[in-house]
């Protein structure tokens, strides 16, 4: 493994109880060791953490000196209540959002917008330059585009409206992300493109997560960790997982990335493991 290192990004959720928010602040600790680019925060469904990822993004401005970078959504009820959350943010010394189209609530509606590109010009017609917007890709396609292309278009249009960068869905294979990659050029798409990482930990979960955001898990990694969890065998899953994804980022590193985007789930163990097998100087303290 190499031990030169790409930028770094960690994504995390907004706790929901105390005891969350102690496991979160101990991850974010250690992770923040790592001097990451930025640290994301997600937006729930519908805008139902609105106010948690607020104070979630505050914290992590206010008690480490990493960036943090709010998740902003269409689920907004409306322009104003999302004009005075961009408001607050500039206020608070935030420079980076991502903008989501963001999930709908389970029992229908919508939001302020429709699709993300209505959302990334309202930013920018509200803010100007102010932050740096990143936006999301789909190398193995969208779960709700008609087509691949179709998708493609769709990013085209949010980087024309002014997206800075592209973080992707995660994915397993990746020849999926290196066509993403080059069909995204070959339409005008020139802005970075940063892999989303997704540690396997757990496979019922996993297989949850993906089925939801569309994301293939091939079927040789699929029968090893469903064989692994109905025996318990915790181990194998860990040690075939830390294995399985430390080998597709010292491709994608080799690749050229311009990036490392990880799903942390509010843990920190799995990304430091992964980090201390790409032979990055890792706190022996986080792994334990």
């Keep these: 493994m190499t031990e030169a290192r790409p930028q770094l990004s960690f994504e995390f959720f907004p706790p929901r109880n105390d005891a969350a928010q102690a496991s979160f602040r101990a991850a974010r600790a250690r992770l923040a060791a790592l001097a990451p680019e930025y640290m994301s925060v997600t937006f729930g469904a519908g805008g139902s953490t609105r106010g948690r990822t607020r104070d979630t993004v505050l914290e992590i401005q206010q008690t480490t000196s990493v960036p943090a970078a709010p998740h902003i959504s269409c689920m907004a009820e409306d322009e104003a209540s999302l004009l005075e959350l961009l408001n607050g943010y500039q206020a608070a010394g935030i420079q980076r959002l991502v903008a989501l189209r963001g999930d709908r609530p389970s029992g229908g509606g919508s939001g302020v917008f429709d699709y993300a590109v209505d959302l990334v010009r309202f930013i920018r017609e509200q803010t100007g330059d102010l932050f740096h917007l990143e936006v999301a890709g789909y190398p193995e396609h969208h779960p709700e585009s008609k087509s691949p292309s179709l998708d493609l278009e ?12 592209i973080i992707t869905q ?23 493109i940063v892999p989303g990482i997704m540690p396997i930990t757990n496979f019922s979960r996993l297989a949850r997560f993906s089925r939801m955001c569309g994301a293939e898990i091939p079927l040789w990694i699929a029968k090893r960790l469903e064989v692994w969890e109905s025996d318990g065998d915790t181990e194998s899953i860990r040690a075939f997982g830390e294995d399985t994804i430390a080998t597709l980022c010292q491709k994608l ?36």
């Design 154 to 165: 769709h990013l085209r249009a949010k980087v024309a409206a002014g997206a800075d960068g």
């Design 170 to 192: 995660y994915f397993f294979n990746i020849d999926a992300y290196i066509r993403f990659v080059d069909e995204a050029r070959a339409i005008g798409i020139d802005v970075p």
């Design 253 to 288: 590193i080799d690749a050229g990335v311009p990036g490392l985007h990880f799903y942390t789930l509010n843990r920190a163990r799995p990304t430091l493991a992964l980090c201390q097998r790409l032979g990055w100087p890792v706190d022996s303290n986080g792994i334990a």
